[in-house]
């Protein structure tokens, strides 16, 4: 389905304004090969022993890249410190940082964001193999429901949803890229897992045909894929994409 939707200029949930750190456990993983990642940790708020909760991994955009372990939260931490939604919708937070040379799935900066000029085949990044090791951790704890695995992104994290789930997308029930892109040629491999995208059509630094192309090749494929559009919205359209009614409702009413 394809929508179009009004471009909101104020936050009702003031996203983006303050970096949201409180709630979030501060944590380094260190993979297997010594590669560290610094991420915070949601938990839900009164976990219950014996029950499984979804979990949901945060990929933020290049502007938050850095090794405070904070700037992460910047856009997207608060949604899910809101008291509405920890009580409705409890869940596993995994917010990491991306260090401040890294690139989320791509080894540095693609020359071009348009979607047939970005890469077709490329081996998955030491940064994401890393990423990959710590979700492996948490997917094996029995509190989580593997039939509740979500990705979501901005910007480079966009990008990076679009990449886990084409690589891994027998790990995810859904996926919300905002305002990435990627090649369309890669989704064949990703037409299982559910898609909500979000783009504004004036954005100046990621091409909205990125995510018009990932739309219409996964519902070509017949993949479970939904398209928002904000007219006039630039580059920060996740601010419109949180303020969406019912973003949380169908992001946690999917399942494998």
Known sequence: MLKYCVCLLV??????IATATEGYERKVFVSASGDSLNYRLLRPENEKEGEKYPLVLFLHGAGERGNDNEKQLTHGG???LNPVNREKYPAFVLAPQCPENGYWAYPERPKSFLPDQMAKDSPITPLFKTLK??????LALPQIDKSRIYILGLSMGGMGTFDMAIRFPEIFAAAIPICGTVNPARLQAAKGVNFRIFHGDNDMVVPV???????????????????????????GSWEPAFNCSDFMS???????
């Open 250 to 256: 169908w992001l946690f009413s999917q399942k494998k």
């Open 133 to 138: 090791e710590l979700l492996d951790t948490y």
């Open 78 to 80: 608060q949604m899910f």
């Open 11 to 16: 936050s009702f949930l003031s996203f983006g």
């Open 209 to 235: 045909e990125g995510s018009r192309e990932a739309y219409k090749t996964l519902k070509a494929q017949g993949a479970n894929v939904e398209y928002i559009e904000f007219p006039g919205c630039n580059h």
